[in-house]
């Protein structure tokens, strides 16, 4: 069974810094091409970047509200996908979920911007 | 403004069907695969439908997809409560270089 499981959300003030992981299990996660996608408080969903698997050359894509302030990794070594993420301000609210690239989603965790 | 375009609200009562419409372009729907997603109050989006008409294993055949052009259609026939939720679609985008979304419909069983 396909397993994702965010953790590390929390409150930062903005212009702070915050690391989000994704642990997975269930598949193999070192072929898989990962996404974060997010959600604002009432509001849809945002798709916010992925990374391709190593054996396609691990790049990533970003969108333009976050690009060149989040950063997404992975360790294949312990099956976990990172987004760190820099700068935030408060339209960065939002649950933020990991997903194996629209397939697989996790049940996310909140990231709140706030003074 | 989301760059796929859903409506935003859908209906029906128990038993029948509906569909929700996906509008998108040349190089999003036009060129790429469309998916579609469930979440249901509270929860994770779950995925409904992927490479336009295919569905996961557990997705009841209620759910059918389908893609003409730049435009996409989720239908959903004998319509359950539990149903009630908001329905999304998406696409990748070879111009924005990234996956797309549509602002969601929200469907109410009446």
């Known amino acids: 069974e396909v397993q994702l499981v965010e953790s590390g959300g929390g409150l930062v003030q903005p212009g702070g810094s915050l690391r989000l992981s994704c642990a997975a299990s269930g598949f193999t996660f070192s072929k898989a091409w990962m996404s974060w996608v997010r959600q604002a408080p009432g509001k849809g969903l945002e798709w916010v970047g992925r990374?391709?698997?190593?054996?396609?050359?691990?790049?990533?894509d970003y969108a333009a509200p976050v690009k060149g302030r989040f950063s997404i990794s992975r360790d294949d070594s312990i099956n976990t996908l990172y987004l760190q993420m820099n700068s935030l301000n408060t339209e960065d609210t939002a649950v933020y979920y990991c997903?194996?690239?629209?397939?697989?989603w996790g049940q996310g965790t909140l990231v709140t911007v706030s003074s | 403004q989301s760059v796929l375009t859903q409506p935003p609200s859908a209906s029906g009562t128990p038993g029948q069907r509906v569909t929700i419409s996906c509008s998108g372009s040349?190089?999003?729907?036009?060129?790429?695969?469309v998916y579609w997603y469930q979440q249901l109050p509270g929860t994770a989006p779950k995925l409904l439908i992927y490479?336009?008409?295919q569905r996961p294993s557990g997705v009841p055949d209620r759910f059918s997809g389908s893609k003409s052009g730049t435009s996409a259609s989720l239908a959903i026939s004998g319509l359950r409560s539990e149903d009630e939720g908001d329905y999304y679609c998406?696409?990748?985008?070879?111009?924005?270089?990234?996956?797309?979304f549509g602002g969601g419909t929200k469907l109410t069983v009446l």
């Open positions: 990374i391709k698997s190593k054996s396609d050359g691990g790049t990533t």
């Open positions: 040349s190089s999003n729907i036009g060129s790429n695969y």
């Open positions: 998406a696409a990748w985008d070879d111009s924005l270089s990234g996956w797309v």
């Open positions: 997903t194996t690239d629209q397939i697989y």
């Open positions: 490479k336009n008409n």
